[in-house]
């Protein structure tokens, strides 16, 4: 296997040749994606943005989708009576409602869903996490006390913190 190159004066084995040659063929061969010279477009083709998906390879996800299904969020509750002492044991009823209600007097409040039950320590303070599904967009926040100001609507925005301070007759 072992020969003479007549013309160069060098011993060559036949595996360095073929290796050689094996590297020469890949390199040429190989597509222009392969050696970083161009970029891969992954936005997906119109057609099927609006085509229903027949298998997994047609999905389509945004590029902000997120797999939590749940979002952690704080609730800072104070309550405080006329003279501005604070109310121990005030329940607070923390509830979704549809995100398009703005107004405590719409009727559509008839639909909301309880999330969550919470009672004042004894400085008139709630401080608690609490896990709510992504889709909630809006509660509705309701002390269990006859007053006045006892209900307040909280947009919730990606800062992942219910804050209000409640001042009851």
Do not use: W
């Amino acid at each position: 296997m072992k020969k003479l190159l007549s013309n160069t004066g060098y011993i060559v084995k036949s595996r360095t040749i073929t290796l050689a040659l094996t590297t020469l063929c890949l390199v040429l061969l190989l597509p222009a994606t392969a050696t970083g010279k161009t970029t891969q477009d992954y936005q997906p083709s119109a057609g099927k943005l609006d085509a229903n998906a027949g298998r997994s390879k047609e999905l389509y996800v945004e590029p902000d989708f997120r797999f939590d299904t749940f979002k952690s969020m704080t609730v800072d509750i104070s309550v405080v009576d006329l003279n501005g002492q604070p109310v121990s044991g005030a329940i607070a009823l923390i509830s979704n409602i549809p995100e398009d209600v703005l107004d405590l007097y719409d009727q559509r409040l008839e639909q909301k869903v309880l999330i969550g039950i919470v009672r004042s320590d004894e400085h008139g303070r709630v401080y608690q996490a609490l896990e709510l599904s992504s889709s909630v967009k809006r509660v509705l926040l309701e002390l269990k006390i006859q007053s006045e100001n006892n209900k307040v609507i909280i947009e919730l925005d990606d800062t992942q913190y219910i804050s209000h301070f409640f001042q009851v007759e």
